[in-house]
């Protein structure tokens, strides 16, 4: 069973989606260009979200992908509330005033955000109510609280992430009467969710990660080739500080149950995360809360069971740590990436494809025979291979769509075979989990010219 | 590409010329410091040559060998460090062009004796060439070359694949359907010919410069008076242009441009190692045109390159540079060649690389090389353009120059790569940059006959264009100038360009019949417009008096008097083929083929006195020209006019200026170029519109309706009509067309070529234009002639064809061509008599294949319905005798 190339393009281009920073008088003054995104499911439905938007009261923009687990309940609250969040966090004491006054007058709210939205990427209208009060509840808090020092960019993405993690959590204990409601926001405390979030302000880059998403600096070097920095670290086993830090948080008697098969408690795979109340609430809040929820939650063994060796919750948090870099001429993108595509593609791999996709065919590297010994066949054949890179970038209008055509499609040559590409994509709902994992890309584009006059 | 250099120009050139080899050998030591140049430029010269690559030495070569001694060649680099030292060296008399044909095979016997001539190495091999075919259209055009080259002594024959497989044990033939073998093909060192060349041009007293740059030449009062250089002013009497890809550079650099039309491209060939077992150096060079490359044996390896379909133009915005740097390889860009090496070759798949070189050649805009004389700065000589075939142009190519530049004019007919049939609307940079991408390609591409050029287009129109077009006109273009072929009616799909590139018959056979058919039986409307037009008055009687000079015609005609005359030269022969209306005492308007434009300004501005009272006008642009043919012509235009235009009122060859519509003041002649009965109406262009919609309205009851040329070259061919450009040119005198009535020996005063004519008439003509008529040709299965065929009588090759039109009226195909006598021991060239025409048996080649035909020396009456004036009856008289 093979799926032509349409087929094939119909499936990779289904979420894919792009945004171009507008321009003004033919200029375009942002240091970003604009964004390319897409989404490839493995799990049914996908666990995996973005979200993109602007912020229209202080300047900047707000990229993020968002892995779930255990449903998706959790990465969609996040994706659709954490944005509020850090655009509250950023505002001004005087804008937070002026919002919170046309609410009280039932005035026309200032617009926050300006979405970049995908047809796909929905918001709950049901639970835009409660989500707003939660909002408001923060703001009136940071109104209160007005230091009167100026928002520091990394202190407002830490303080936004825990406030918001920490209102899932209440919005769980409290519940709702509304018995749908009621439902949702159980769900979203009891999945989880990691978040890899860009905010790009002029040439300032601040890098929000929890979880083990990550994001990754394309950087073009002076003879062209391209080059890969990480701009956030994962949080999962393989990093020894995150486990450091795990242990240090939790008695020394607990050290040997809390990392188990490069997991925590020998569940979680990420050591960071939204929501995931199981590995935050003690005990007793888990049995309450499950014991008076509605049946759906009770009949749930997943939410009934309490993990192994659980003595001093919490044992997740959802505290991101912030990377800040200074964008320079050389950066010429970013990729937000869900865990999907960094389990199958290396980073360099993804910088090149990137990077070679982005600035055109011309930019591949030319080919010199120089002092090799290379006969004609090796030639030929290096020569078809990149022409074939060259077809499969043709294909694509979308950077993200393309790195998943390498990262789905790739064989040991690194160029595309459609019959691995065609096998990938026809599996059965309930195999392709085996072979691959959800995977959501968002490549930001920057604008050189503009970062370079800064 | 040092090394590559050194295995090149490996020679012994040091050698030569005492004085020549001290100047430069110091040079050769350290090519990147600029040297102190130890002799002194001279202040004057006879001929200064700008460029040493193999054109410029050739040329040098010629003229010291005609005599001419005080020549100074220089160059801003060293000699033969351009193209010419990266060209692959190979000679090829295979051309599809009979000129470059002969200029190819001058070259290969030039540089076979060159060796011995000068003592320069050469590397002169004679390898012999395989062309191959992969389909059956290229096997045909392969095979009309062979017919062109057999005829003129050229050994070559169509081989099967198997044979070209014993030639070259290399080539992969399971797709090949045949072969073409030209076993006297060359290899040559292209620069140690160059070399070679200078050498003998040295000797005989040429004075060489290197590193010497040209920065423009100046012109005064329309002639070449010297060139200003890096190094001081040499005044001159002479300049040629042999810059390569320099030359449209170096034409602007002056205040009075010369436009000499060329563009870049980058060309890309491979070099190898040797084969383990190195080829022989007398291995046939392989051309494959469908897998667009040429492979030749080099040191033991081979060198293949080709032209690809997507070539890289460069220097557009005229980037100079001392060298030719070696330009970055593009692997990528080659790929597409490699692959069709490596599946003519697959044998060499594990063959190490040498080297990839990139070395630009320039290209023209119609595939053609350029030389002559500029049309507007006498002395100033071009040779350059030469579209990846230098080397083996570059003997015959520098020959004719310098005949042309000793004698006048170069002992063969080279219009078709005359300077003058381009003018200032070919030389933009965006035109040459669009059309060489289209020209490049094409150096592999199938020619078919009527194939025109996509690029470039829609530069000069009608004001009738889009309503032609919208009613389904195609086009052709001639000097920039958008034409129409033939009309496709509504509903009626043809095929598609590529399909429908044939040389059988092609799809708008059945269009271009019913047009024709219209001619015959009412009337049809063509637009004319693109003929040049230029108008000739005077205060006094000179303008009369120069025409009747330069005019063999008699001109002295009542006024409203259309003449068709030649604009001949010293030898009888036509320089132009023109009509001209007397419009009144002393002004006159002069109607002449297209591409004539600036040959024609050229020649009348030379030759008319420097006169302020005698003004010539280039007319071309304010007239829309409309040619109204058919029986029903006359009542078209009577209705329209309210003017009797019956023959008794509005004879033939008659001009008068009248109203049509309501637009006044058209000049309507009542002339075809076809022999139908009809009108020409030329139309201040604000009217064009409103004339063209009236004749249409007012046609309808006669049944008009468009019609396009390739109607009217089947009628004109069909009644053995001659058109300058194809027929006729300057070798050709009326006398040997059939066109004494033209010509009036006795109109009591002198004119140009009449002692040539005179001579002509007494002693007989040496070719005669003769019309063919196709016995046993069926049009829907045999390959059709085009022009260029092989003319045979009685089995033995006596000229070429020079155009020919199927005839819907005989429903056979019409040549039309020269026959020669020549004499069966000696060659001699006889004089052709009526009788030598009219009882000989023959043939034509078409493709290999020979076709009887039956001669005539007159057309068939029965064609003409219309009554003729006295001057055109006596036609029949001469048929008489």
Known sequence: ?454 | ARMFLRLLSDIQWRAAHPKWRRMTSSQRSTSTTAEPHPVSLPAQAQVVICGGGIMGTSVAYHLSKMGWKDIVLLEQGRLAAGTTRFCAGIVSTARPVSIELKMAHYSNRLYQQLEQETGVQTGYMKTGSISLAQTQDRLISLRRIASSLNVMGIPCEIISPKKALQLHPLINIHDLVGAMYVPEDALVSSANVSLALATAASRNGVQIHERTCVSHVTIQKGRVTGVETDRGRIQCEYFVNCAGQWAYELGHSGEEPVHIPLHACEHFYLLTHPVKEPLSSSLPTVVDPDGRIYIRNWQGGILSGGFEKNPKPLFTEGRNQLEIQNLQEDWDHFGPLLDALLRRMPGLEALQIMQLVNCPESFTPDMRCIMGESPTAQGYFVLAGMNSAGISYGGGAGKYLAEWIVNGYPSENVWPLDLKRFGTLQSSRTFLRHRVMEVMPLMCDLKVPRWDFQTGRQLRTSPLYDRLDAQGARWMEKHGFERVKYFVPPGNDLLDLDHSKTFYKPDWFDIVGSEVKCCKEAVCVIDMSSFTKFEISSTGDQALESLQYLFSNDLDVPVGHVVHTGMLNEKGGYENDCSIARLSKRSFFMISPTDQQVHCWAWLKSHLPDDSNLVLEDVTWKYTALNLIGPRAVDVLSELSYAPMTAEHFPSLFCKEMSVGYANGIRVMSITHTGEPGFVLYIPIEYALHVYNEVMNMGQKYGIRNAGYYALRSLRIEKFFAFWGQDLDAFTTPMECGREFQVKLDKGVPFLGQEALWEQKQNGVYKRFTMFILEDHDTDMDLWPWWGEPIFRNGRYVGKTTSSAYSYTLERHVCLGFVHHFDEKTGEELVVTTDFINQGEYEIDIAGQRFQAKAKLYPFSSLFTQRRRKDEVELSGYQRE
């Open chain 1, 1 to 454: 069973f093979y799926l032509t190339p349409s087929q094939v393009n119909s499936i990779l281009k289904a979420n894919e989606y792009s945004f171009k920073v507008p321009e003004f008088d033919g200029k375009n003054v942002s240091s970003v260009l604009g964004f390319d995104s897409n989404q490839l499911p493995a799990n049914a439905p996908i666990e995996d979200r973005r979200s993109a938007a602007t912020c229209l009261q202080t300047r900047g923009m707000l990229l993020g992908v968002f892995d779930g687990h255990a449903g998706c309940a959790c990465a969609q609250a996040v994706s659709e509330r954490l944005f509020y969040y850090i655009a509250v966090s950023l505002l001004p004491h005087e804008t937070l005033l002026e919002i919170e006054n046309a609410v009280e007058s039932g005035r026309a709210l200032l617009p926050i955000l300006q979405w970049h939205k995908h047809p796909n990427d929905y918001f709950s209208k049901e639970a835009s109510k409660l989500y707003f009060n939660s909002l408001r509840t923060y703001w009136q808090e940071l109104i209160d609280l007005n230091s009167g020092e100026t928002t520091d960019v990394r202190e407002a993405l830490i303080n936004a992430f825990k406030r918001l993690d920490n209102d899932i959590s209440l919005e769980a204990q409290v519940g709702d009467p509304n018995s749908f409601l009621n439902y949702l926001v159980l769900r979203v405390a009891f999945s989880g969710a990691t978040a890899c979030v860009a905010h790009v302000d002029g040439v300032d880059l601040h890098i929000a990660n929890t979880g083990d998403s990550r994001a990754m600096l394309g950087v073009q070097e002076e003879d062209g080739s391209w080059s890969a920095v990480n701009l956030s670290y994962d949080h999962n086993a393989q990093n020894e500080h995150e486990v450091e830090r795990v242990k240090m948080e939790h008695p020394k008697s607990e050290e040997k149950s809390l990392v188990k098969q490069d997991r925590l408690l020998g569940l979680l795979m990420p050591f960071r995360a939204f929501g995931d109340v199981k590995f935050k609430w003690s005990i007793e809040l888990q049995k309450r809360v499950v014991e008076s929820g509605p049946d759906q939650l009770n009949d749930n063994e997943y939410t009934k069971f309490i993990p192994p060796n659980y003595h001093t919750p919490p044992y997740l948090t959802a505290e991101p740590e912030v990377i800040h870099h200074k964008l320079r001429p050389q950066d010429k993108f970013l990729v937000l990436a869900t865990d999907g595509l960094w389990e199958t593609m290396h980073r360099q791999d993804v910088a090149r494809i990137v990077g070679e996709y982005l600035t055109g065919v011309h930019h591949q590297q030319p080919i010199a025979v120089g002092g090799y010994k290379v006969t004609l066949g090796q030639m030929r054949g290096l020569l078809t291979e990149r022409r074939a890179r060259i077809s499969s970038v043709f294909e694509d209008q979308n950077a993200a769509t393309h790195l998943i055509r390498h990262a789905v499609g790739n064989n040991e040559f690194g160029t595309v075979d459609h019959e691995r590409l065609s096998k990938m994509l026809s599996l059965p709902e309930e195999l392709a989990r085996m072979y691959r994992d959800d995977i959501t890309i968002i490549v930001v584009q920057f604008n050189s010219h503009v970062i370079g006059a800064y």
